[in-house]
């Protein structure tokens, strides 16, 4: 009885962190998370979501400083890794590229690189 609790607890527990880490299996998977989320940077007060952008008819990545200026991002390609996904898109103004990698939580603008920005989830 005891082996059987013990493997019990052990696939309870590895379900749950695999379940963790696999937030992000497809593209239907990083929409559904993001829907209805907004990540933020206080240090330089910009927002980022993804949502529905009525003037273009299109889904895409929103943007808004802390001035209320709004940027959008169109033709967005998702890939999904599992544990990440990165998100890609469009200026529809000016055509150039917008991008950040995905996390539970957060998100990253320049993965990797010397402006690397983190943007958390927002509380409301």
Do not use: C, H, W
């Not at 749950?16 to 593209?27: G, I, V």
């Not at 889904?59 to 959008?72: H, P, S």
């Not at 603008?109 to 509380?123: H, I, N, P, S």
């Amino acid at each position: 009885m005891k082996n059987l609790l013990l493997l019990m607890t052990m696939l309870i527990t590895f379900s749950s962190a695999n379940a963790q880490t696999s937030l992000f299996n497809e593209e239907g998977n990083v929409i559904n998370y993001m829907d209805g989320k907004k990540f933020y940077n206080s240090d330089n007060g910009l927002e980022i979501e993804y949502g529905y952008i009525s003037s273009y008819n299109t889904y895409g990545i929103k943007v808004k400083n802390k001035n209320g200026a709004k940027f959008y991002y169109i033709n967005v390609e998702i890939t999904a890794y599992g544990s990440f996904a990165d998100l890609y898109g469009m200026s529809a103004e000016n055509g150039s590229n917008f991008g950040f990698r995905l996390y539970n939580g957060k998100l990253i603008v320049g993965r990797g690189e010397a402006g690397e920005t983190t943007f958390y989830l927002k509380r409301d």
